[in-house]
Nanobody, 119 residues
Framework: QVLLVDSGGGLVQPGGSLRLSCAAAGDTISISTMGWYRQPPGKERQLVATITFGGSTKYADSVKGRFTISRDNAKNMLYLQMNSLKPEDTAVYYC?????????????WGQGTQVTVSS
């Protein structure tokens, strides 16, 4: 079992920056890929970025060059540095972790943190 607690959201002006954090607890040694998803108002949840245990990253086209995902495996932490924020980045952001211990493979999610980009 894994518990994810994400934090760091808030209100920021366009062009500003925020850093989201996600703390993982429990059977963290069985976590492989982690990532960030977001759900804008009235829309479905969408991928923002993922990172493997070894550090390989993938980004949605809409955030490439502006967002950076990173993880500290020793501290069981996941981060999302968000720069040059736009109003369309407004969403609830969710931390994600894939638990790969057979036969109990499962997706885990944080509780979500609100990011609002507005002047």
């Amino acid at each position: 079992q894994v518990l994810l607690v994400d934090s760091g959201g808030g209100l920021v002006q366009p062009g500003g920056s925020l850093r989201l954090s996600c703390a993982a607890a429990g059977d963290t040694i069985s976590i492989s890929t982690m990532g960030w998803y977001r759900q804008p108002p009235g829309k479905e949840r969408q991928l923002v970025a993922t990172i493997t245990f070894g550090g390989s990253t993938k980004y949605a086209d809409s955030v490439k060059g502006r967002f950076t995902i990173s993880r500290d495996n020793a501290k069981n932490m996941l981060y999302l540095q968000m720069n040059s924020l736009k109003p369309e980045d407004t969403a609830v952001y969710y931390c994600y972790a894939y638990y790969n211990r057979y036969p109990n493979e499962k997706d885990y999610w944080g509780q979500g943190t609100q990011v609002t980009v507005s002047s």
